[in-house]
């Protein structure tokens, strides 16, 4: 982000730093949030020095909560969302991203661009796998005879990649409602419908830090949609990855959550101090839960066109 955005010429704004328009560099846009450099420098400023609320304060504590804050509203409240699309290789495992909190979607593209959800499973896993002799007696690592040998991949998930394909047909041109099996006519009764979808199946084995996915999706165009803490490795606006650690400006709070985060960081730097004012502590919990809530109002982007538009579709008839 540029360090005076609002000074920028129409040229410089529209043009960009490498001189192209609409190239995403990272400077269109970028008027909607602000530095945490300059929050924690504004935080300074005016809640810390002589006669302020936090007097005393070291920047190395605003600068720890601010981090905390930034962290905390991520999860919930920030457009914190990001994705990563790959193909699916013939190993049909995915790595989780560097800065993965948690996943929030997970599909596949078809011809036409149109996405697709995978749902999850929960009748399979990857467990560590103890390899064994002839004897079935558990084998021992002969550099380290306390440590059991493992093999790289369980049996369970080698099983589930062979027959998971389920011969499903995924019409890439299909655009109806369901995603459902459909020439199964008769043969639904009983069925699990978690169990039912033709867009194949993922779980993730968080001690390795991967996806896997059901054969079915082998070659497929898929992208996981997950939440990050906001401070990953990232340069701004490059999408490159640092050998460096996480340099501060490239960490930004819009402008919608700005209050909420500075209640944020004042509720815990008064909460550190050793002599802190219990009613003071209570009116800033409050305040940070108050604007907390303010800021998911504003980033959740609510138009009443758009809830109208899709409310429509619940007066179709549904047909038996």
């Known amino acids: 982000m540029p360090n005076n955005l609002i000074t920028l010429t129409h040229t410089q704004y529209y043009e960009g730093t490498d001189g192209t328009q609409l190239t995403g560099d990272g400077v269109q846009g970028s008027y909607q949030f602000i530095k945490v450099s300059d929050l924690i420098n504004d935080i300074v400023a005016t809640y810390c020095q002589l006669d302020k609320m936090l007097e005393g304060t070291r920047v190395s504590d605003v600068t720890y909560h601010t981090h905390r804050a930034v962290q905390e509203l991520s999860f919930d409240t920030f457009r914190s969302t990001r994705d990563m699309e790959i193909e699916i290789p013939p190993s049909l495992v995915m790595a989780l991203p560097h800065d993965f909190v948690g996943y929030t979607k997970l599909v596949w593209k078809d011809d036409n661009g149109v996405e697709h959800t995978i749902l999850p499973t929960r009748i399979t896993s990857n467990p560590d796998a ?96 997950y939440i990050s803490d906001g401070v990953g490795k990232l340069q701004s606006h490059t999408g490159n990855f640092e050998a460096t650690p996480n340099v501060q400006d490239d960490f930004i709070v819009h402008k919608f959550a700005e209050e909420a985060c500075i209640k944020h960081v004042l509720y815990g730097c008064m909460q550190g101090r050793k002599n802190a004012d219990y009613n003071m502590l209570q009116i800033l919990k409050k305040e940070k839960f108050a604007e907390t809530r303010k800021a998911k109002i504003r980033l959740s982007n609510i138009k009443l066109e758009e809830i109208t538009q899709v409310l429509r579709g619940k007066s179709k008839w549904i047909k038996h």
């Open 130 to 225: 103890y390899l064994q002799d002839a004897s079935y007696r558990l084998t021992f690592d002969t550099n380290a005879p306390n440590d059991a040998l493992l093999a790289a991949d369980s049996d369970t998930w080698q099983a589930y990649k062979t027959t998971s394909s389920q011969n499903v047909n995924q019409g890439n041109s299909r655009h109806d409602d369901t995603d459902i099996y459909d020439d199964v006519v008769g043969k639904k009764f009983g069925g699990s419908p978690e169990h039912m979808n033709i867009n194949g199946s993922f779980y993730i084995d968080y001690s390795r830090g991967r996806i896997h996915f059901s054969g079915n999706l082998v070659g497929k165009t898929v992208t996981l949609k």
